[in-house]
């Protein structure tokens, strides 16, 4: 499987805007980038995915590089609720594609 | 709209007692339907998924098994529970095919404690 790899914490200061890496050297051609978050005691929640071009919507844009080898998950301004694990995924196995694999994530501070 | 429904939230059973966790998604047909469980600080592991009735795959051998008797019912079953299987378990659901396209939806989750 493609692995992703994320730094395991970040801190942001409160309105200011978030850039969450993520690394995933080995990625297919046909995968897809999504990013999950999962605040404490519940469960993840979809945020943003995209395949080769940037993607924007109402909760964060996603830049994806152009060899498709990194993204980085962009919070415009950092909320005290935007306090969560933040998990980039490959679009599972590339023969199936039936199931996400997460990693740890990256554990997000946000600093009032 | 599609929803999904996972009960109860909060469970603590003895060692050695049995457990049923359920889950039912509405709004869909025949969707991919999966377990994860979360230990305490730790990351999402896959447990099982399901992409029709009957059909169960197992990523992890454990003290766990898990059953699809309706299209959109998913149940998440122990014979003898163990103090390992204490955890955070989610349910979650994709469109047929799976969820490369579309991603997953999770429920909100059982957290369970097994004493």
């Known amino acids: 499987d493609a692995k992703t790899t994320q730094p395991n914490s970040m801190e942001s200061n409160e309105e200011e805007p978030v850039h969450l890496p993520c690394n995933h050297s080995?990625?297919?051609?046909?995968?897809?980038i999504h990013w999950y978050r999962q605040l404490p005691s519940q469960g993840p929640e979809y945020v943003i995915h995209g395949l080769t071009s940037n993607v924007n919507n109402r909760m964060a844009s996603l830049a994806i590089a152009e060899d498709r080898k990194s993204s980085t998950l962009i919070l415009h301004r950092a909320t005290l609720r935007d306090a969560a694990v933040y998990y980039c995924i490959l679009s599972g196995p590339t023969n199936t594609g039936n199931q996400f694999y997460f990693g740890t994530g990256t554990s997000l501070t946000v600093i009032p | 709209s599609q929803t999904i429904h996972q009960w109860p939230a909060t469970l603590v059973q003895p060692v050695g007692s049995p457990l049923s966790l359920e889950c039912t998604v509405e709004?869909?047909?025949?969707?991919?339907l999966y377990w994860y469980r979360q230990a305490a600080g730790r990351g999402l592991q896959l447990l099982f998924y399901s992409v029709g009735i009957g059909q169960i795959s197992s990523e992890v051998p454990q003290n766990l098994s898990a059953s699809r008797p309706q299209d959109r019912q998913f149940i998440l079953s122990s014979k003898k529970l163990l103090l390992s299987d204490s955890g955070f378990y989610l349910c979650a659901w994709s469109v047929s095919g799976g969820p490369r396209v579309y991603g997953y939806t999770f429920g909100s989750g059982t957290r369970l404690t097994v004493v």
């Open positions: 080995t990625i297919s051609g046909t995968d897809y």
């Open positions: 709004g869909t047909s025949n969707p991919n």
